[in-house]
């Protein structure tokens, strides 16, 4: 079992930055890569960023190219993904996954049925 609790939304205007953490605890050990998804009312849950344990493997949505970072903290299970140049589009619940999968390979998942753990969300408002 893996717990995953994220943090660091809240509400900024256009063009401002947030750093989100997710914070994974239980059997940290096992996971293979983490996701961040986005979600808003009424739409399917869609792929930001992903990042594999040993961090030399990312990928990105194309959305968000050049404007997010993914990182991890392995010694402190925690991933990280920095939001700069933040638009009214990027508004949503954001969601951190952990992919269990111990013969994942080169690049991380990027659908939501790759990730068996997911947090409850936290909230980011990017206002015009």
């Known amino acids: 079992q893996v717990h995953l609790v994220e943090s660091g939304g809240g509400l900024v205007q256009a063009g401002g930055s947030l750093r989100l953490a997710c914070a994974a605890s239980?059997?940290?050990?096992?996971?293979?890569?983490v996701g961040w998804f986005r979600q808003t009312p009424g739409k399917e849950r869609e792929f930001v960023a992903a990042i594999i344990r040993s961090g030399d493997s990312t990928r990105y949505a194309d959305s968000v190219k050049g404007r997010f970072t993914i990182s991890r903290d392995n010694a402190k299970n925690m991933v990280y993904l920095q939001m700069n140049s933040l638009k009214p589009e990027d508004t949503a619940v954001y969601y951190c996954a952990a992919d269990m999968d111990i013969s994942l390979t080169g690049l991380p998942g990027t659908l939501t049925s790759a990730y068996d753990y997911w947090g409850q969300g936290t909230q980011v408002t990017v206002s015009s």
């Open positions: 239980g059997r940290t050990f096992g996971i293979s890569a």
